[in-house]
């Protein structure tokens, strides 16, 4: 891991990029980090948008993680950003286009193609960005995930054990595979829900909640599309890590 830059926010959040290899990521610590024992995690998964369109999102969270006492991380998704298009990928995204315009379903052949080969390689560059988050003093376990692409919260929740608790968000396509995968999470899970998402399967998402082998899951639903989770949701989703990384 390779810090590029630095800063501090008007909070006295500490805001570093970093590169790791080829892996574009930011982290934030809280102010009193440098002072304190080492504080929990949370990885922030972004939506496959590029960090740059999607920093304002991930640095209110970030902020609001902070002032609980934790340290949030987020790197850029393969595909994403300035990272090397993904050709496979941006063909099932056309091809999903097509359908959404036509008003055609959107077959499991397309959603398979556009979220299982992100699935495989992101979840690797997490483990990854994990191993060399924790060797940083100012940070310490429990660790936690918050963030969609759904399926790759599901995967991590599987084969990741240093993960202890997850906010997952129900918004992408879901492909049949990670229904079989949903059944071996265990861990506890906060879902969120826009109950009128126009870019979501509302049906599959509910299906996935179902399958989750976890002992404790919440599903928080709220009506509104896909950029409208309430203020209260993400509060409730802050208490949920409080409760679950402290």
């Known amino acids: 891991m390779h810090f590029t830059s630095e800063q501090r926010l008007d909070d006295a ?10 892996i574009p990521g930011i982290l934030w610590t809280p102010g009193s980090a440098s002072t304190s024992a080492p504080a929990p995690l949370i990885l922030l998964g972004p939506p496959p948008l590029g960090l740059r369109k999607t920093y304002p999102r991930l640095v209110t969270r970030a902020r609001h993680s902070a002032a609980d006492g934790f340290a949030t991380a987020t790197i850029e998704l393969p595909g994403s950003g300035d990272r090397p298009r993904l050709p496979a990928a941006e063909q099932a995204l056309a091809d999903l286009r097509r359908a959404m315009e036509a008003g055609a379903p959107v077959s499991d052949e397309i959603i398979d193609a556009l979220i299982l080969p992100l699935v495989d390689k992101a979840v690797p560059e997490w483990q990854a960005a994990l191993d060399a988050l924790l060797s ?11 963030g969609g692409v759904i399926s790759i919260g599901t995967r991590l929740a599987v084969v990741e054990p240093r993960i202890s ?16 995968e949903a059944r071996q999470v265990t861990i506890p899970l906060h879902v969120l829900l826009q109950w009128d998402d126009e870019g979501n399967d509302r049906q599959a998402a509910l299906d996935l909640f179902d399958a989750f082998g976890s002992m404790e899951k919440t599903l928080h639903a709220n009506m509104g599309g896909h950029t409208g989770v309430p203020q209260f949701a993400g509060d409730a989703a802050a208490q949920f890590f409080t409760r679950h990384l402290k």
């Open 165 to 180: 608790a997850a906010v997952l968000f129900a918004g992408s396509f879901v492909p049949r595979a990670m229904f079989e």
């Open 13 to 22: 959040v500490l805001e570093r990029e970093f590169t790791l290899g080829e």
């Open 136 to 146: 940083l003093p100012e940070i310490g376990g429990p660790v936690g995930y918050s």
